[in-house]
Antibody, heavy 119, light 108 residues
Framework: QVQLVQSGSELQKPGASVKVSCKAS????????MNWVRQAPGQGLEWMGW????????TYAQGFTGRFVFSLDTSVSTAYLQISSLKAEDTAVYYC????????????WGQGTLVTVSS | EIVLTQSPGTLSLSPGERATLSCRAS???????LAWYQQKPGQAPRLLIY???SRATGIPDRFSGSGSGTDFTLIISRLEPEDFAVYYC?????????FGGGTKVEIK
């Protein structure tokens, strides 16, 4: 069965960096796009962008350029989200989600990773 | 960017009742590329509907989606206790992908 398993919660200080992992199983990572979605506390869902798992080419939504980096390690079927220069407003749950087709719907989701930024 | 507006913000209903959720787009959603997700507290969203009206794998037939262009609807024909949750629509017809603000279906 398809599963996306994300790394555990993180508590980081402002200015630090964090790397969230998303390990895919039950399917071939390179057959589907991988998307990232943010959900701030008590808020709705916000699409951050996606990575083409064949080429490794990332596409970032507005507001997620510069400090956010999507990457892959296909040898371990894992996608990554790295956030640098963390700010308090980055506190959120971050989800990876498999995309069907280019810019498609999101059929499987990771369980989410809570990133808390606090001094 | 296509803005999706969901209404109502909160729907208070009893088990067994019918729920009608609306999602209105600021511009036409191409090819009815609209999906609906359910999210329960502390859980990841779950895909319910894609292509405006196609049920995802394992989704009960009490969930149905309809609509085209700028107006879309999710109907839950008879609410079960496990259906009380927040529902989001999402368009994927144009970049960036966008989500609606959500409708909370709560127990009356």
């Amino acid at each position: 069965q398809v599963q996306l398993v994300q790394s555990g919660s993180e508590l980081q200080k402002p200015g630090a960096s964090v790397k969230v992992s998303c390990k895919a199983s039950g399917y071939t990572l390179t057959n589907y796009a991988m998307n990232w979605v943010r959900q701030a506390p008590g808020q709705g869902l916000e699409w951050m962008g996606w990575i083409n798992t064949n080429t490794g080419n990332p596409t970032y939504a507005q507001g997620f350029t510069g400090r956010f980096v999507f990457s892959l390690d296909t040898s371990v079927s894992t996608a990554y989200l790295q956030i640098s220069s963390l700010k308090a407003e980055d506190t959120a749950v971050y989800y990876c989600a498999r995309g069907v087709g280019v810019r498609g719907y999101l059929d499987y989701w990771g369980q989410g990773t809570l990133v808390t930024v606090s001094s | 960017e296509i803005v999706l507006t969901q209404s109502p913000g909160t729907l208070s209903l009893s088990p067994g009742e019918r729920a009608t959720l609306s999602c209105r787009a600021s511009h036409s959603v191409s090819s009815s590329y609209l999906a609906w997700y359910q999210q329960k507290p502390g859980q990841a969203p779950r895909l319910l509907i894609y292509g405006a009206s196609s049920r995802a794998t394992g989704i009960p037939d009490r969930f149905s989606g309809s609509g085209s262009g700028t107006d879309f609807t999710l109907i839950i024909s008879r609410l079960e206790p496990e259906d009380f949750a927040v529902y989001y629509c999402q368009q994927y017809g144009s970049s960036p992908l966008t989500f609606g603000g959500g409708t909370k279906v709560e127990i009356k």
